[in-house]
């Protein structure tokens, strides 16, 4: 099967596209050294790590905590922000 007789099977079957595979609402979980990112199942979707020593945040070329959390922000909000499209 080709891609243009795929997308014409999709086609017939419009249900099929709207699924999404990580449903929103996304949530964010602070697990000491990271946010974590999961959607409404409980599917993990991403990890923001962080360091809140200088020192060692410096040598292991971590995130801070503040920036890991204004990340994993933003990416929980991704899926609010392709529904805008």
Do not use: C, H
């Amino acid at each position: 099967m080709n891609v243009l007789d795929a997308l014409s099977e999709a086609m017939q079957f419009p249900s099929m596209i709207a699924v999404r595979r990580f449903p929103p609402p996304w949530s964010i979980e602070d697990i000491d050294a990271a946010f974590v990112v999961k959607d409404s199942t409980g599917q993990t979707l991403g990890y923001f790590y962080y360091e809140e020593e200088p020192g060692r945040r410096s040598a292991a070329k971590l995130l801070t905590k503040d920036e890991a959390r204004r990340l994993a922000v933003n990416f929980a909000k991704l899926p609010e922000l392709l529904e805008k499209q």
